[in-house]
């Protein structure tokens, strides 16, 4: 089964705001086996949406579009849409009581005016509840058999229609056809891409009819399989086989698959291990403990992080020797060593990541430009240290420095 | 002057990578005063590259598109985009050169066969210089002035050629028009949206002929003006008065204008007040520390960060009694205001936040659900807590308790 999407938002193109409802929106339809063939994003004009909306029916005859349904006036799309379909927009009485109750419940009565138009659908639509907010979603369907489903824009709103209301429709529609597009990714990080195309390339025809992808990013490569309109079983079975082999060629810098987080995959290895982790970061500024505290759970293995960003906090909390900063530099492997071994001694735990570095815009020198990092990672009295020179901005610095860390300590952790 | 995106790469249909370029992309266009009036993303497939582009030619007989330019079998947009213009492809001894002596340069002699075909342009396109890769830009043009651009999919190396190249020649062009697209953003926190167009309503009428949208987010809603197609200094003038009113009219929910992230905006307020800053988090995990020290030179005034993940960090390191967190609970406002004086007394700041509360997704009871989170602020002996309940999953709660931490201070910081 193939559609479009067309996302509705004049910020989008003005790139103000990510389209990550249309991300997430071909994430869950592809792994409801619903290939996107293509995604159209306009802003909030009449004819614009007319004319996206019109152009993605009459090539697929199958439209999701996210935006445009709220209360304000920039809200075109159900309007434009209902025209597209020739039907007139009716209040939805049930959707009125729904609304006014929801007003009611947040203690904002009476109900603003604007709000009222959110419970008018077009003639003969099936309204999809949004129970998280104002705009319900809208199915609407003609006798030629195209189809056009309307979602609101706020993307914990989009999310939830998606998977009630949605993919469960989108299932019975699919109906005798099985087949799926499904993908698999292996996930490496500390080598450059051409690296890994010099390890993978000899086996790249023998994966056919897999196709594979490079995706390079401040977290590492990832090396992306997909299987198109085939079997379930037969994707699967084809995936799985192309990912092992993928991730023995790539060796020891694979870390994990699909959606692996590395910093999860680190806490798990600390775990298995019976191992405690504290952090000690100068340029990262909180960012290696804000990867691990994303991970849910991480508090029975992560006991607590410094930022120790003034100098005279690597020495008061961390005890970096006040001569090791004066002889070698903040940004130095004695630094980060001494601040992996303070971070062990603060949180009382055996094992460590200190990062230090220059993260600019400002800072650098000539034997330190900006991008100069010492990662150090320790686990009891076994600690390595790396310098690494990292391209990018100070955003970009940041996060290739907090992955590097986490890499370091994986890297550390792995059975020899 | 008009013209349209394509974004291709199969991984931004498949929904695993974020059309960043896209996005980035239009900022600078709009800024330059191209409005972008579409965008379109395809995947890695030959026919879907080619009615992308042709069909945008078609409607605004200019595109440029990122994505599709390096050396794997994937990267189809120069030979299909050559195809359309009736071009064949052919070496360019220069760009051999200039991409043989990179490859020297990084040590990787001989170069793989495979980057050999990135030398290969379409006769008579302009190659734009990518310094950043191996990947040149190519500027396409035919006798009917039609034109397309070909930047590749790595996001610095497409911000390195607009900014270089793409940007000078497009201001060329435009020759004689002077009208713009320019936007203005009245930034707000800790108001819901409809709370705004309360207050902004009224003189919503007033504004035209410029646009407001609200742009709900987990930092806060934006309230975006947009002048379109003015004459420049129109433009500001129109956007400069009704962003003053607007700010008016929103009061002490405004915190900045544009793209003004928050934390910067506290750092400016504590450095003109001449205070200095330490943090105290348990939840957030680093994430408000994060946020402080993304921003550029917040070394002068913030001096350090504790992540007091486990309660024995939160009584050893912030020498939050342990008496509190018994009797309390470690997400209570006596925590917290012991957490905000512990962060005073480690750093030696006069300045402190602090973070406690239940990210989810377990952790929650009847009285502390997840999303409950209780947030200080200190200046001097002055301090203020709130308890407040997030909605979303334990990344946007994450993400609006920091937001909220900051704002917290910030409004203790005001002039009363």
Redesign the interface.
Known sequence: MKLEIVTI????????????N???????L?AAGVE?????????RRE?IRA?VAEALERTGFVISTGGL?????DLTKTVVAELFGRTLVLDDALLAALEARFKRMG?WPM?P??RSQAEVPEGATVLPNPAGTAPGLWLEDSGGRVAVLLPG?P?EMRGLVLDEVLPRLALRSGTSRRV?R?R?VRTTGVPE?AL??RV?PI?DSLAPL???????VFGV?L?L?AWDLEPEDADARLAAAARQVARLVGEHYYGDDDSDLAAVVLQALRQQRHRLG?A?S????????R???V????DT?????????D??KTA?LKVPLEVIEAHGAVSEETVRAMAEGAQR???VDCSIAVTGVA???GGTSDKPVGTVWLAARVHTDSRAVRRVF??D???I?RRAAQAALDLLRRLLAPA
Chains 1, 2 share one sequence.
């Open positions: 938002g004049t910020e989008l193109l003005l790139g103000y705001t990510l389209d990550s249309g991300a997430e929106l071909g994430r869950a592809a996107v063939v293509r995604r159209t994003s306009v802003p909030d614009a996206a709220g209360p304000t006036r920039d904002r603003p604007a709000n706020v914990r597009v993908s990714t051409s195309a010099e390339d790249e196709t594979l992808a490079y995706l390079p990013s990832d992306r997909t952090v970061e340029c990262t500024g909180g960012m290696v403990a804000e691990i505290t994303n849910p759970g991480a508090s992560f006991i607590g992080g410094v930022v120790a960003y003034a005279v906090i909390a603060l949180f009382a600019g815009p400002s391209p990018g100070r955003d970009e940041r």
